[in-house]
């Protein structure tokens, strides 16, 4: 089979695929953003504010839809996916901006997680399988830049329109909405993926999707999970209620707490770009990710040990940043591409995904009332949550730099015979 290897990099399609990280987290955070806005003009109670992150592009809605969007993938192709989900993400957004009562908000946001969800693996495996085997990780992280782009972007928005109050919030949205139409455009003159289209002729019998549950590849999905899935429950939770929490436990303004926000993206990309895309196809991938994970207990830790001022909320977004450039965010994408075949690839994806996202959708239901009890309750769980996650990634961290999709596989097969077993056919095609 042949690979990218070689290629001349294509730059444009890996923009356009990882455009599916900037419409991610822009959402969450378009929602984060407004969140506090929301509460006020609708005297939502908690378990209401609860229920909108819950369902939305921050949890359970996008779960389900990379649970289906990833199995859709692997069975229809990358591009059928990501050329039309887009649309449906527009019609979701649509409701947020016109939205007049509290249900809108959350069937909005329900049609937008289903939509984000269903596009991150077929981008993310788009992503893997067109970039040159020696520089995965350069490419994953162009993605990453493009998931902490969107915040800046939309916290910058909301800072500037403060004033407009849920107007501004609006305004925030219909930006989204006019980002997936032209991305859908753009999106339409992509091609698909050599390796899936190849990968199709070759096999006269697709893989059972039991084959992920089983040896190597059950393990992978086992350690994808917990290395993410604890750490996106600090991700999801810090994401959507920063700014709710700084308003109402710290005090801070509107203006403030966006502005802290934006900051701490701002760094990421700096993160990202100087350290993850300079590094991750170059040296240790296991020491990379343990520097991270270690930095970032620190980080959260100094919010459960002193008072949550604006000082120690700065100090704590500049480490956090700094670490989580070059962390579980970007690891996961690039290794839950890389741990699978071509033909299970976008499947396995949705189905890490899938469970991340919908574990941090039920926890989502009780941040709120932790906060109330006490931020420093809350801030302790997610310290001891990085720290779960530091560990599990540390111990199973693989050493991938460097080597083809195609090397990968042949490496899982061969430990799979000397074992005294086979956890897939001889013959898969990567």
């Known amino acids: 089979m042949s690979t990218a290897t070689g290629k001349k990099d294509d730059w444009r399609n890996t923009i356009l695929a990882g455009l599916a990280n900037y419409i991610d987290s822009g959402s969450i955070v378009a929602g984060s953003a407004a969140l506090a806005l929301w509460q006020e003009s609708y005297s939502l109670s908690n378990d209401f504010v609860g229920a ?46 016109f939205a007049v009562a509290p249900w809108m908000i959350v069937v909005g946001f329900l049609i937008v997680g289903l939509a984000v969800g269903a596009d991150i693996p077929a981008s993310w495996s788009l992503i893997a399988e067109q970039a040159p085997d020696n520089r995965r990780g350069l490419h994953s992280g162009v993605a990453q830049m493009l998931w902490y782009l969107g915040p800046v972007i939309v916290l910058l928005m909301s800072l500037a329109l403060t004033g407009l109050g849920e107007l501004g919030a609006r305004i925030v949205f219909a930006h989204l909405v006019v980002i997936a139409l032209a991305l859908t455009l753009l999106r339409s003159r992509m091609k698909e993926s050599q390796r899936w289209e190849e990968t199709r002729k070759a096999k006269f019998k697709r893989m059972p999707v039991s084959t992920l549950f089983q040896g190597k590849y059950l393990k992978s999905i086992l350690a994808l ?71 970032q207990v620190v980080g959260m830790s100094l919010l459960a040990i002193f008072p949550l001022t604006i000082p ?72 001891g949550f990085l720290a779960i996650s530091g560990v599990i990634g540390a111990l199973w961290a693989p050493r991938n730099e460097g080597k083809s999709l195609e090397q990968l596989e042949a490496e899982r097969q061969a430990a799979a015979k000397e074992i005294g077993g086979s956890c897939t056919p001889s013959n898969v095609n990567v």
Request: charged letters at 10%; one cysteine or more.
């Open 52 to 97: 909108i992150a819950a369902f939305g592009p921050n949890a359970i809605g996008a779960g389900i839809g990379a649970f289906i969007g990833g199995f859709l993938c692997d069975k229809l192709g990358r591009k059928k996916i990501y050329q039309w989900d887009m649309l449906i993400y527009a019609a979701g957004m649509s409701m947020l901006v």
């Open 225 to 295: 999970v917990g290395m993410y899935g604890f750490w996106n429950l600090w991700a999801g939770v810090n994401g959507f209620f920063f700014p709710y929490i700084l308003r109402t436990v710290g005090a801070a303004t509107q203006a403030e707490s966006v502005a802290i926000q934006a900051l701490n993206f701002g760094l990421g990309i700096l993160s990202i770009f100087f350290i993850f895309m300079k590094l991750s196809d170059k040296v240790n991938q296991r020491l990379l990710f343990t520097v991270s994970a270690a930095i």
């Open 312 to 383: 120690v909320a700065l100090t704590h977004v500049v480490l956090m940043a700094f670490a989580v450039g070059f962390g579980a965010q970007s690891f996961f994408q690039l290794w839950s591409a890389e741990m699978f075949p071509t033909e299970l690839r976008s499947t396995a994806q949705g189905v890490c995904f899938a469970i991340v996202r919908i574990a941090l959708g039920f926890f989502s239901f009780f941040v709120p009332m932790l906060t109330a009890t006490g931020f420093t309750n809350l801030a302790w769980i997610l310290t």
